[in-house]
């Protein structure tokens, strides 16, 4: 049986129903078409020019961030929200109204979906404005930052999970099938967490490492014996990058199993630790009024701990060790070359024959040969 044109929008004014009439079906739905999107797109230019116009204001604006993030995905949404509306106005055969709206809302359905993980960047950027990294001290901004990138990254995966559900179950097809495997969802599940024990392990471990933070964003460890900082968290894995510049890939359920240092768990400040060896005939004094010296002539230096002590004597040299304080480990590290550095020039400078030399008395090995080398 032919099907006959579907006929919407009879509570259309007269004039325009009339006009509708004589026009092809295939005309006037273009121009429903048309119209919508010019709609769409004069909403989204308006809204976006005013945002846009606040935005430029501030340095940072809420608004600013909105239309960075959202632009592009609400240039999209509208044009198809508003076509949405405006589909009961087209005339044409019911079997392609069917599939074209079932068509318009899946990606209605995608684009509000692409619109809610953008709307996630806004949010983000807002905290991020509070929660400076480029601090000292940052304690709070990286715990704060730790946990909100995970839990961004689950809202989206949880996001894509739905959306798709929700496009599949549009079709009858896909929804009596998912009615048919609800009688072996009990097997079913057994069977996929077995399957994904690794993954719902590394998920679970995720969550635990969000909340109870052992790392953090920008954390400074030393993992397998590289040390590097924390620069992303996923939900599965954590990337360390390590000083020159490549990158530690490790499971997250790692920080939870094994054991690893963390030298910015409380605070970024931290103590570095500089040993030399000496003869000896050192004197101790000078060692420290130039040591003293030095570190006020630096800026890496936090002015805390200064320490010269000399913590052992072997059989050839004594050991002297040097404590410094820094407010990180970076500047830790260039401190404790800085330090290392200059005091060896002293000694070298001042006195070359403390330098570790080994020492050896013929007299008492060769008695007979000591007169015959001094004739």
């Given at each position: ?50 945002l846009r ?204 199993q094994k ?51 000399l913590t ?64």
């Amino acid at each position: 049986m032919m099907l006959l044109p579907l006929q919407i929008g009879n509570h259309l004014p007269p004039e325009v129903l009339e006009i509708s009439k004589q026009m092809h079906p295939l005309l006037w739905n273009f121009c429903i078409w048309v119209t919508a999107t010019v709609i769409g797109l004069v909403i989204k230019f308006i809204t976006s020019r005013l945002l846009r116009i606040y935005s430029q204001r501030n340095n940072y604006s809420f608004f600013g961030s909105f239309v960075k993030h959202l632009s592009w995905p609400i240039g999209y949404f509208i044009p198809l929200f508003v076509f949405k509306l405006m589909m009961p106005l087209m005339r044409m055969n019911k079997i392609y109204y069917n599939f074209l709206d079932r068509c318009v809302s899946i990606l209605l359905v995608i684009s509000f979906a692409v619109l809610l993980t953008r709307a996630i960047r806004v949010l983000e950027d807002y905290v991020y404005h509070f929660y400076d990294l480029n601090k000292a001290d940052n304690l709070k901004e990286r715990k704060i930052r730790t946990q909100l990138k995970f839990l961004r990254k689950l809202v989206v995966a949880i996001i894509v999970f739905v959306t798709i559900a929700l496009v599949l179950l549009s079709f009858e097809s896909f929804r009596k099938l998912g009615t048919g495997l609800l009688t072996g969802v009990g097997i079913g599940g057994i069977i996929i967490g077995f399957a994904a024990q690794n993954s719902l392990g590394n998920l679970l471990a995720g969550m635990q490492l969000a909340f109870t933070q052992p790392i953090r964003i920008d954390d400074v460890l030393v993992v397998e014996g590289e040390w590097g900082r924390v620069e992303d968290i996923t939900l599965t894995y954590v990337v360390l990058r390590i000083w020159d510049q490549r990158r530690l890939i490790l499971p997250i359920n790692y920080f939870i199993q094994k054991p690893f240092q963390n030298w910015t768990r409380i605070s970024a400040d931290i103590i570095g630790t500089v040993f030399i060896y000496m003869d000896y005939s050192i004197p101790m004094q000078p060692l420290r009024t130039e040591f003293e010296r030095l570190l006020t002539l630096t800026k890496l230096w936090d002015g805390k701990v200064q320490v010269l002590q000399l913590t052992d004597a072997k059989e050839r040299t004594i050991e002297i060790r040097m404590l410094v304080s820094a407010r990180n480990s970076s500047d830790a590290f260039d401190l404790r070359c800085f330090i290392r550095e200059n005091m060896i020039t002293y000694i070298q400078e001042n006195y070359p024959g403390s330098l570790p030399k080994i020492r050896t008395d013929y007299a008492d090995k060769f008695p007979q040969a000591l007169p015959e080398a001094s004739i």
